[in-house]
């Protein structure tokens, strides 16, 4: 996990939340390094990893203006990192998946196959189910999977408890995953999602 900036973090993050590109010039070099091999140690792949370091810098820098409910920047950048390079890997294996498929195809001149087809409509099952949820569970789960906020970040932003927070997203997980089993098993819908869903 990345180290400890060399300055005051409040007051770089607020330089950075106000526009200052040196100040952010200073956390990319501080945890540029660091962030690339937690990043790598995931993906195995030093492209995959390179885009993903490029993506999640860009992503704090065009929406600098949280940075100033965080309280924890380590944190932070730990969890949408994690999140940033989950995502990734799971684009890569739905993408190796129908290359296979589509080679497959061609090979034997037949219709894409059930078993790409199956794993498709596992995947629309996961974004139907996030949507059947309530609406104050969902918006939990989506800032805690999605947006990469911590509990307390969460809890602050729509003024409740952690431990609601943490209620919230546990009981969103056990709807997701009841949600899909109900409709076919739960086998190939933890292939497709790995521990993204987690």
């Known amino acids: 996990m990345p ?30 390094h660091d962030l690339g091999n937690y990043i790598y140690a995931i993906t195995k792949s030093t492209g995959l990893t390179e ?28 969890v949408i990192s994690r999140n940033a390079a989950i995502s990734s890997l799971r ?13 497959k195809t061609a090979h034997e001149s ?8 199956e794993k498709e409509f596992y995947l629309s099952l996961i974004d139907q189910a996030i949507e059947a949820l ?6 939990v789960y989506l800032l805690s999977r999605q947006d990469g906020l911590t509990y307390e970040e969460i809890a602050k932003r729509l003024g409740i408890s952690k431990l609601t927070v943490r209620a919230h997203v546990q009981q969103a997980v056990v709807s997701i995953t009841g949600f899909v089993k109900e409709r076919g098993g739960l086998s190939l819908f ?9």
């Open 110 to 117: 037949t219709a894409p196959g059930e078993e790409w087809k």
């Open 51 to 78: 885009e993903i370091v490029q993506n999640v810098f860009l992503k704090i820098w065009m929406g600098r203006e949280a940075l100033l409910g965080i309280k924890s920047f380590k944190a932070y950048l730990f």
């Open 3 to 32: 180290g400890s900036l060399p300055h005051n973090e409040t007051d770089l993050l607020l330089r950075v939340a106000q526009g200052d590109q040196a100040a952010f010039a200073l956390i990319f070099e501080q945890y540029n």
């Open 91 to 103: 684009k890569e294996i739905r993408d190796h998946i129908k290359k296979n498929e589509w080679a």
């Open 134 to 139: 309530p609406p104050q569970r969902k918006k």
């Open 190 to 198: 933890l292939l497709c999602l790995g521990d993204s869903l987690f």
